[in-house]
């Protein structure tokens, strides 16, 4: 279906492309044989296409229920994954990977969802104890998406909030001041409670880092006002942009109260401002638009205004920013001439940046995208000794990765203008690619089209207005941009405002992002702002300017002509579970016999392996018990000297954004305290009237009893155990990883002479596995920090049964008479038994012919829960939820309509909702709107 559909799309644009090409060759390219044009073009076209038929790229968007959280809140999305060619839904892959994680881009949760003709849908609940306040990252991937690279992976901000009436309110400003090349940073706190009273006389703990490392931690004390004074120097060396200040309350009792603070400066002097002329160089005497783009230490754009200047301190021209940081001047550069633009700052002095080298040959695009016109402008600029050569070169137009034009032009002037109609391109970001007869890329440009034919979503209410917990039904009617019915998938959010208000400048849609997002590079501030620009020439002017200062596009046009690599990541159509089955040489296991149990759900299966050793299991859906149990056995039928190896997915490691979130409660608005205030009075009247907080019912814990265990001590007699069923959860955790996470005072120490060793409390670590002390395998003189870091990687919770901590003397005494000279004080070690599954001690293998799977489990989606109210039922402000519905399944029938119905809650206002889809075959739209309740 994927090539078919890729094959007909190539197939009608090459019959109009050779039509246009054979009228353009007659019209302007004579000395070009038009059987020689026409077979290049030909070329170009197949070839392109063919790649992009192998690549078959994916896009994925997740529209989600709201765009900030509360602590325990739950996350709702569904997401559309779509062919990048033609936005019809995706059949190359069946499995989607979503995660979440924190500031520190620390993972703290994924989930594993399977995905049906390109849509999915789920949830991700964010229990406090694992996803405090704070600011966090949605990441979605498939695994073929993977191969395009990280650009390509769904991202999304987010922040988790805490609002309750014992949150502070920070209001901070900095000043930074440059003496000796040292930064001194003057800090100016204002702490008020949530009433907007001052927080006087507070006694504080401030800790700044920037990442990992410390900066600096005081102690320090409000005044009766709340507001605190602090300078301090900035090291040279720190990282500004990840800059985080910790505020900690240390007034007895109320250590528990901390606030994040990102700690923005915004130093004028640090300001990153790029220049980007229009074609990819500055030609000289070739009259050119530079565009330029500025941005502030936090990553988001910087009002900017400057002056360029020559060799000879002439003034050639002013710049200023025309929106977040980005604008675009003209510039006819001089042979030989370099240029510098100086900007002004606050202090006086001016500081200066400089411009790209001017190339003194050369050719370059320049494209005027006019507004509410149905063709661009095409320039193409080159210097004297290109155009007396007059070689011949190609003007190519893509979009989506698909050919849409092409010319065969020979340069004989200076400057060479051509009209290409918009028609010929779908909407979206379409790339112009000036390359020489050998197809090399020498100047691109970027552009937008808009030919408003994205799915029109209308939406009717039953009623003007709403009644607290009244029933509401919104109908909907989709059509084409013509008025012809849509049958399509989509989903809606609606939302309270008073808790979780949309912006719709900042909002991405899912058009916005197919569109325009996912064809760029970096982070485009605002998204929403750029949404149907075409109805607006300022706009379409920034969105301009937007394409020339960061149109370094993730297509790039030279790959389609190099040599096919292998893939790195295949895709994944289903859920599989696969590896192979080696001897003790390490050489592949043809007919070996596979097989694979579980007892819940309860299935027993068997295969055999291919000439390569490999094996696969089919038609298999992972639920959240799930456990594997794989034998594999040799020609002769047993279990011995063969070893498994499974295919398991190893997770991406990706780069941490750029832009940070403020929080809620950081230099608040006026109008923003209001709506906080309203949410406190809303939770603690909630509070009030459900009775407050519930107590937690006392469990008394039986002794954790490790099975197979050699423990010295006896059954259950440690001071920590880690049992199976806690292991069970950690999946592939490393030993090592266990123990750090769930050993408190395990770590690294040196001694005098500077050798590393492992301690628990200080006290010398000792690893016993299956009865064995590892220490008779320490080889003398090798180091005793190294040798147990081989156990501490190698083994995994998989092949671990249980592990216990003997740090107490109580337990240690036990083994240090075993282990060690008895009169050896048990004060000074700590032991740690493993119990592993193999039961074989400490030998680094997996055990013989067998493998226990524990792969991530489908999650699956669960339906939004709201409550249905009876007619004239009573608000008594016991329903608050800030999410008042949210559906992942709307289908539209063969007229296009569908209705959608759910109950208002107790809050009365204004809800916002957002309806987002696609019809599967190529179109995609979005539709926001509000109602009201009094």
Request: charged residues 20%.
């Amino acid at each position: 279906m994927v090539k078919h559909n890729l094959n007909q799309l190539a197939s009608n644009t090459l019959m109009r492309l050779l039509l246009f090409i054979v009228c353009l060759v007659k019209g302007t390219a004579p000395a070009i044989a038009q059987d020689s044009v026409r077979a290049n073009i030909n070329q170009i076209f197949l070839t392109v296409n063919n790649f992009n038929i192998e690549q078959a790229a994916e896009k994925l968007y997740l529209h989600t229920d709201k765009t900030y959280y509360a602590i325990d809140d739950t996350l709702y999305f569904k997401a559309y994954l779509l062919q990048a060619t033609n936005l019809t839904g995706s059949v190359k892959s069946g499995v989607m990977y979503v995660e979440i994680a924190n500031d520190s881009n620390r993972v703290m949760k994924r989930t594993v969802h399977p995905v049906y003709r390109g849509v999915a849908a789920g949830q991700i609940t964010l229990d406090s104890k694992e996803f405090p306040q704070g600011e966090y990252t949605l990441r979605a991937y498939t695994n073929w998406i993977r191969n395009v690279g990280e650009s390509c992976v769904f991202k999304k901000q987010f922040m988790i909030n805490h609002i309750n009436s014992k949150e502070w309110l920070i209001t901070y400003k900095t000043q930074a001041t440059t003496i000796a090349d040292k930064s001194r940073i003057q800090l100016n706190l204002r702490v008020n409670q949530i009433d907007q009273s001052p927080a006087g006389l507070r006694k504080l703990q401030l800790k700044l880092t920037d990442g990992q490392r410390t900066i600096f931690k005081n102690d320090a004390e409000t005044d009766l006002g709340g507001q605190l004074a602090m300078d301090f120097n900035l090291p040279q060396k720190a990282d500004s942009k990840r800059l985080s200040l910790t505020i900690q309350d240390l007034r007895k009792g109320e250590t528990d109260r901390k606030v994040y603070i990102p700690l923005t400066l915004n130093r004028p002097d640090h300001v990153d401002l790029q220049f980007m002329p229009e074609g990819g160089y500055l030609l000289a005497a070739n009259p050119t638009r530079v565009a330029f783009k500025a941005l502030n230490e936090d990553g988001y754009g910087a009002d900017i205004l400057g002056d360029i200047y020559d060799t000879k301190n002439r003034k050639i021209t002013t710049f200023t920013s025309l929106h977040k940081g980005i604008g675009t001047f003209d510039l006819t550069p001089e042979i030989n001439e370099t240029y510098i633009a100086k900007v002004k700052l606050p202090d006086g002095t001016y500081k200066t940046y400089a411009l790209p080298t001017v190339q003194a040959s050369g050719i370059a695009l320049k494209v005027n995208n006019i507004f509410n016109s149905d063709s661009i402008e095409v320039t193409l600029n080159s210097t004297p000794d290109i155009a007396s050569v007059g070689h011949a070169y190609y003007l190519i137009g893509h979009s989506r990765g698909v050919v849409h034009y092409g010319s065969a032009l020979r340069i004989t002037n200076i400057r060479k203008k051509i009209w290409v109609s918009k028609k010929l391109f779908p909407s979206g970001v379409v790339h112009f690619t000036l390359t020489d007869l050998s197809k090399k890329a020498l100047s691109e440009r970027i552009v937008f089209i808009d030919h408003d034919d994205d799915i029109k979503i209308h939406v009717s209410a039953n009623k003007p207005v709403y009644k607290q917990r009244d029933s509401v039904a919104l109908n909907i009617q989709v059509t084409d941009a013509d008025g012809a019915p849509l049958q399509g998938s989509f989903s809606i959010a609606v939302t309270d405002d008073a808790q979780a208000k949309t912006d719709s400048i900042s909002f991405t849609s899912i058009t916005t992002h197919m569109l325009l997002a996912s064809n760029l590079n970096g982070t485009i501030e605002d998204p929403g702002f750029y949404y149907k620009c075409s109805t607006d020439s300022t706009k379409w002017k920034m969105l301009d300017n937007l394409l020339l200062a960061q149109g370094w596009v993730k297509y790039n046009w030279n790959d389609a002509f190099l040599p096919a690599k292998p893939f790195a990541y295949n895709a994944e159509p289903e859920f599989v579970i696969s590896g192979r089955v080696s001897n003790i040489f390490n050489k592949p296991v043809a007919n070996s016999g596979i097989t694979l149990f579980s007892k819940k759900p309860m299935m027993i299966t068997d295969t055999v392996t291919n000439s390569k050793g490999a094996f696969i299991f089919k038609g298999i859906m992972p639920t959240d018990t799930t456990v594997y149990f794989l034998q594999a056995k040799n020609k002769k039928g047993k279990s011995f000297n063969v070893g498994i190896e499974m295919d398991e997915f190893k997770p991406p490691a990706f780069m941490s954004p750029i832009e940070r979130l403020v929080p809620w409660y950081v230099n608040i608005d006026t109008g923003s305290i209001i709506a906080v205030k309203k949410q406190v009075l809303l939770q603690e009247n909630y509070k009030r009237l459900t009775g407050g907080n519930v107590l937690r019912d006392v469990v008394i814990k039986s002794k954790r009893i490790i099975k197979d265990s050699k423990n010295l001590n006896g059954a259950g007699e440690a001071d920590l155990i880690i049992d199976e069923a806690e292991l069970e959860k950690a999946g592939r955790t490393t030993l090592g990883d266990l123990m750090r996470n769930r050993v408190k005072g395990f770590g690294v120490k040196a001694t005098k002479e500077g050798k590393f060793y492992y301690h628990i409390l200080g006290n010398l670590l000792h690893l016993v596995i299956d009865g064995i002390n590892t220490d008779f395998f320490l080889p003398e003189g090798a180091s005793r920090y190294e040798f147990l870091n081989e156990y501490f990687d190698y083994y995994d919770a998989e092949e671990i049964k249980g592990i216990e901590v003997m740090s107490r003397p109580s337990y240690a005494s036990r083994y240090t008479s075993e282990f060690l000279n008895p009169m050896e004080s048990p004060f000074k070690h700590s032991f740690i038994e493993v119990t592993t599954r193999s039961g074989h001690g400490p030998f680094v293998k997996k055990a013989v012919g067998t493998y226990v799977f524990r792969p991530t489990p489908f999650t699956i989606y669960k339906p939004f829960y709201a409550p249905k109210y009876k007619v004239n039922s009573i608000p008594d402000m016991t329903d608050i939820r800030s999410t008042i519905h949210w559906d992942a399944n709307i289908i539209t029938n063969q007229d296009g309509k569908a209705t959608i119905n759910f109950y208002t809650s107790d809050n009365t206002g204004t809800y916002t909702y957002v309806i987002e889809g696609a019809d599967m075959a190529g179109s995609i739209g979005s539709a926001r709107g509000t109602i009201s309740v009094k």
